[in-house]
């Protein structure tokens, strides 16, 4: 019921528009640019049927390994250009500030329209569409799409997505919605392993290094219930690691015994600090993140923090605690 009614709303809004716009939210991970360019090679392939005259994707700049995706070299970079749409597709943003740049198309639009999975989601557009059960942007975007209109490369696109936003389908967030949406990918004829080595485990050298030095400099507090570890400019420049080079540490530092939350920080400004909060299920990230201006899923989210990592660290752990002592409900 809730996918026809969803498809429908999402349909008239195309039909009535003559140019649209999709974007993602800053630095944009697979699910961000998965569901991008799955979306994207839709609505160009039905272009006539839609009748609309243009469709743009915006999107920060990706890692390389993205680059596997059709369309990806098709995303404009940077919101320059003067534009209004009648229809602007936000897609894996759980609030407006988190477009970036591309801010001002959404400002500017006839109409905008909010599909996405995050449980903080400020349903910020004309039209939401917000599934907080499903594992992932791409996958919500799956349920839109008529399945014969699926091609192998729209397929590749949501599956990258699937699998960035599950962690290769370990993370609890994976139902067997999502087992079978991915089964019905690959029935599409992708390269199921190459995705997945390509954009999901292949690191570069520097990127093991970060991770290594990273996984070193880390911290056990609260009788090991909480792991730490930060990186600043300086370290990074050491390095020459780019902020796209320090995905996946924070999941690594997850899977150390005995943890219930990691928390990963990188320095975006000086004394200015984007973190990443992942949890084994006892703590809820997300509420955390929500209170410090952040967002994201109940055991993935984030947010950005001033000050040195130490005393982001000390504004950090009484949250943290408290939901672990039951103070606080998770
Ligand atoms: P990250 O730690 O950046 O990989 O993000 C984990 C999850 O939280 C992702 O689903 C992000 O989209 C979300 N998230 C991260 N940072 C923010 C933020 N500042 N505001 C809202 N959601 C966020
Ligand atoms: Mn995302
Ligand atoms: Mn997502």
């Not at 080079?245 to 150390?256: K, P």
Request: with cysteine.
């Amino acid at each position: 019921m809730r996918r026809v009614i969803a498809v429908e709303k999402i349909v008239e809004q195309i039909i009535n528009a003559r140019k649209i716009a999709i974007a993602g939210h800053i630095r944009p991970d697979g699910d961000c640019i998965g569901s991008c360019t799955a979306l994207y090679q839709y609505l160009k392939r039905n272009q006539n049927r839609f009748g609309f005259e243009k469709v743009d994707m915006y999107l920060e700049p990706f890692s390389n390994e993205f680059r596997i995706l059709n369309a990806t070299d098709e995303a404009s970079h940077n919101c320059q250009v003067d534009e209004i749409y009648d229809l602007f597709i936000s897609l894996d943003c759980a609030s407006v500030d988190r477009l970036g740049n591309a801010i001002k198309y959404f400002n500017s639009a006839r109409k905008t329209l909010n599909i996405d999975h995050h449980i903080s989601n400020t349903n910020f557009a004309d039209v939401n569409h917000v599934v907080a059960d499903a594992s992932s942007t791409s996958e919500v975007v799956f349920t839109l799409l008529e399945e014969e209109e699926i091609t192998k490369e729209i397929a590749s696109s949501l599956y990258v997505g699937i699998i960035h936003d599950t962690g290769v389908f370990k993370h609890s967030n994976t139902t067997e919605k999502t087992m079978n949406i991915a089964g019905k990918l690959i029935s599409k004829g992708i390269d199921s392993s190459r995705l997945i080595n390509d954009t999901f485990y292949a690191k570069t050298y520097i990127q093991n290094q970060v991770l290594g030095r990273c996984l070193m400099e880390s911290d056990l507090i609260l009788d090991g219930k909480i792991i730490v570890s930060s990186i600043n400019r300086k370290t990074m420049e050491l390095y020459q690691a780019a902020t796209t080079d320090l995905e996946g540490i924070v999941d690594q530092l997850r899977v150390t015994k005995g943890v219930e939350v990691a928390i990963f920080m990188y320095e975006t400004n000086e004394n200015e600090f984007k973190i990443s909060m992942r949890s084994n299920g006892k703590v809820n990230v997300s509420k955390i993140a929500i209170h410090f201006g952040g967002g994201g899923h109940v055991q993935a989210a984030g947010c950005t923090m001033n000050g040195l990592p130490t005393d982001i660290l000390n504004n950090l752990t009484p949250h943290i605690e408290a939901q672990l002592n039951g103070n606080v409900k998770p």
